[in-house]
């Protein structure tokens, strides 16, 4: 079992930065690809950000592609999501996520991940 617990959320405004950071517990994960997602009232949880193990390689959406950076510390089981350059549309729920795929390709669907934390809110007013 892997415990996921997100924080750093807030009320921020447009323009401004936050950082988000996951602490996992219960086993290593420095094998495991890692992720931040997203989701607001009435849609799906959506793929924002992913990272596979060794921090080598990530990936992004393009919603967020140039304001947001994932980084990871695998000695200490952290994930980190800094935000740049808030803007309203990035208000949400994020989530910290962890997959055992095997595959080269970082996945960006959420049944690819087996373990989530409960969310951490980030609000930005315009």
């Known amino acids: 079992q892997v415990q996921l617990v997100e924080s750093g959320g807030g009320l921020v405004q447009a323009g401004d930065s936050l950082k988000l950071s996951c602490a996992a517990s219960?086993?290593?994960?420095?094998?495991?690809?890692m992720a931040w997602f997203r989701q607001t009232p009435g849609k799906e949880r959506e793929f924002v950000a992913g990272?596979?193990?060794?921090?080598?390689?990530?990936n992004y959406a393009d919603a967020v592609k140039g304001r947001f950076t994932i980084s990871r510390e695998n000695t200490n089981s952290m994930l980190y999501l800094q935000m740049n350059s808030l803007k309203p549309e990035d208000t949400a729920v994020y989530y910290c996520?962890?997959?055992?795929?095997?595959?080269?390709?970082?996945?960006?669907?959420?049944?690819?991940?087996?373990?989530w934390g409960q969310g951490t809110q980030v609000t930005v007013s315009s």
């Open positions: 996520a962890l997959s055992w795929s095997l595959v080269a390709t970082i996945p960006i669907v959420t049944n690819e991940y087996e373990y």
């Open positions: 990272i596979i193990w060794n921090g080598e390689r990530a």
């Open positions: 219960g086993r290593p994960v420095n094998t495991y690809t």
